[in-house]
C-alpha cells in the first residue's frame, strides 16, 4: 500500500465529507486546533511537505506558502468562494490547482443581505437593544421609526448569481430593481425584472445600496468618498461581500455628516472590526461577524465541496469547482 497522503487542514470543518476524510486511511490529517486561525509562523511549519492543504478565508496562501510546503504539493482546496486570501497566479505558475466553494451559498448569503437590508431599515437591532437596555417605557407615534422597504429602490452592485437572488427577493416586496455588473447581463437582469444601468445612476437613484461584487484590485475601494457623495441622504449601504470593497474611512465620513442613512455589514476591511471603530458607536449602523453563508446546512455543503476539491486534486483528477485550471501533467 502507498503512502497515505499528507494534508494539513486550517481549522476544524463541518460535514459528512470532513468526517469520511478523517477515516480514510488513505489521508493522514493534520488539522490546526481551535477557532483562530495558524499564526503565520505556524501556517508556514504545518505545510511542510504536504501533498494537500484545506485552507479559510483568513489564511495568507502565498508563494511562500507553497515554496515552505514543497513541490509536492498537489492542490489548494479553500472553503469559501472568494479566493482573494490566495495566491492564485503563484498556484497556477507551480501547476496546482486551487478549488472554491459555489453556488450552495447563494441562498443563504441572499438571505443574509435581506436580514440587513430590513434590520437597518427597520432598526431592529438598535430596537431590540432598547428593550435590553430597560429604555422601553411607553409607547410614541415616532418610537423607533425607520423606513419603508416595499416600493423603495434597491441597487446591487454585482449581479452575479447571489446579486440575482437578491434581486428575486425584492419582488415580494414591490421594489424596483437597479443593477450594475462590470461585464452587462441583460439576460439575467430581466429573469428578475431589474433594470441595467451605470454605476453613478445607480448610486444616485437607490434608496438601498447592496454590495455583491467579487474583490479584484478594480473593487477594492469601489465605495469611496465620491460614492458616497453620489448617493442621497437617505439611503443605506449594505456589504455581504468583501469588506475591502468599501473604503470604511470615507463610510465612517458619509455617516457622520449624513451623506447616508445607515449601513448594515457583515463584512469589514479587517475581520475582526477593531473595538476602536467609529462604526461600533454608531446606532445606524449593523456590524456582524461574517455570517452570510452561516446555516448549518449550507456550511456543511461548503466543507463538503472543498473535501470533494481535495480528492480529486490529490488523485489528478479535474476539481469539481476550481478557479484555476491548471493540473499537474
Not at 431599515?121 to 422597504?149: F, L, N, S
Not at 447616508?260 to 461577524?289: H, K, Q, Y
Request: charged share 20%.
Amino acid at each position: 500500500m502507498s503512502a497515505p497522503y499528507r494534508v494539513f487542514v486550517t481549522r476544524e470543518l463541518p460535514g459528512n465529507g470532513f468526517a469520511a476524510l478523517r477515516d480514510d486511511p488513505d489521508f493522514a490529517l493534520d488539522v490546526w486546533p481551535g477557532d483562530f486561525p495558524p499564526s503565520r509562523e505556524n501556517l508556514l511549519k504545518h505545510v511542510a511537505g504536504v501533498d494537500g492543504l484545506v485552507c479559510l478565508i483568513t489564511d495568507t496562501i502565498d508563494a511562500a506558502v507553497l515554496d515552505a510546503a514543497g513541490e509536492q504539493l498537489k492542490v489548494v482546496s479553500q472553503m469559501a468562494v472568494g479566493v482573494d486570501n490566495v495566491d492564485v497566479a503563484a498556484c497556477a505558475a507551480r501547476g496546482i490547482p486551487v478549488g472554491n466553494t459555489p453556488g450552495v451559498l447563494t441562498e443563504t448569503t441572499a438571505d443574509m443581505a435581506w436580514a440587513l437590508i430590513l434590520s437597518s431599515a427597520r432598526r431592529v437591532v438598535e430596537a431590540a437593544e432598547y428593550v435590553k437596555d430597560g429604555e422601553w417605557k411607553t409607547w410614541t407615534p415616532t418610537q423607533m421609526a425607520g423606513i419603508d422597504v416595499h416600493g423603495s429602490t434597491l441597487g446591487i452592485i454585482g449581479f452575479g448569481a447571489i446579486g440575482q437572488a437578491i434581486a428575486r427577493r425584492a419582488q415580494g416586496f414591490g421594489m424596483r430593481v437597479l443593477c450594475w455588473n462590470r461585464t452587462p447581463r441583460p439576460d439575467q437582469a430581466a429573469a428578475v425584472g431589474a433594470e441595467q444601468c451605470g454605476f453613478e445612476d445607480l448610486l444616485s437613484r437607490s434608496d438601498f445600496v447592496c454590495v455583491s461584487i467579487a474583490l479584484t484590485d478594480d473593487t477594492r475601494k469601489l465605495i469611496n468618498a465620491e460614492a458616497f457623495r453620489l448617493m442621497h441622504p437617505g439611503a443605506i449601504l449594505v456589504n455581504t461581500a468583501r469588506g475591502p470593497i468599501v473604503d470604511e474611512d470615507a463610510l465612517v465620513t458619509a455617516l457622520q455628516q449624513g451623506q447616508i442613512r445607515g449601513a448594515g455589514l457583515d463584512v469589514t476591511a479587517i475581520e475582526p472590526l477593531s473595538m476602536d471603530s467609529p462604526l461600533l458607536t454608531m446606532d445606524n449602523v449593523v456590524v456582524l461577524p461574517h455570517i452570510g453563508s452561516a446555516s448549518m446546512a449550507t456550511r456543511g455543503k461548503m466543507a463538503d465541496i472543498a473535501v470533494a476539491n481535495l480528492r480529486a486534486g490529490l488523485t489528478g483528477q479535474p476539481l469539481p469547482h476550481s478557479v484555476s485550471w491548471s493540473v499537474r501533467g
